[in-house]
């Protein structure tokens, strides 16, 4: 079983974003190295002109602080940060994902072109997503809906 953290978002212009983190349920950061101890993180982002970048990794090591939702691997970083319960929240993604032409290639394919990929996002209630997606060397400044759902 998994506790899920997943944020959506779609600025109606093409720019499109997922980012979700699992955990296992018995999640305990300082203890967890064990089989079945490690968390997934995907997360996805379409740009016109760009395609589809994708960051997957399946076998993250857990938070290392006891209630952090904040991840580190090789070549990926991610924070789901609370500010405010259930009004608002902060997401960050430093990373290096592939990029693909489309999200049927992305979801399917395992070989795609490397780029570095990241979020610096807020969601707020209703359903509020702001900040900014950085794709390469570009910043590209975000207003959009989106749905957060937690565990």
Do not use: K, N
């Amino acid at each position: 079983m998994r506790r899920t953290w997943s944020l959506a978002f779609d600025d109606g212009q093409g720019h499109t974003g997922l980012i979700e983190l699992s955990l296992p349920m018995q999640e305990a950061p300082a203890q967890s190295t064990g089989a079945g101890a490690s968390c997934s993180f995907h997360a996805t982002i379409t740009v016109p002109d760009v395609g589809v970048v994708a960051v997957h990794d399946d076998d993250v090591p857990p938070p290392r602080v006891a209630g952090s939702l904040e991840i580190r691997a090789e070549g990926l970083w991610a924070e789901f940060l609370c500010e405010t319960p259930g009004e608002h929240w902060s997401f960050g993604l430093e990373a290096f994902g592939l990029r693909f032409d489309t999200a049927e290639e992305a979801a399917t394919a395992d070989v795609g072109d490397r780029i570095a990929v990241g979020y610096d996002l807020e969601w707020e209630t209703p359903d509020q997503v702001r900040g900014d997606l950085l794709v390469a060397r570009a910043t590209i400044p975000l207003d959009a809906t989106g749905t957060f759902t937690t565990p």
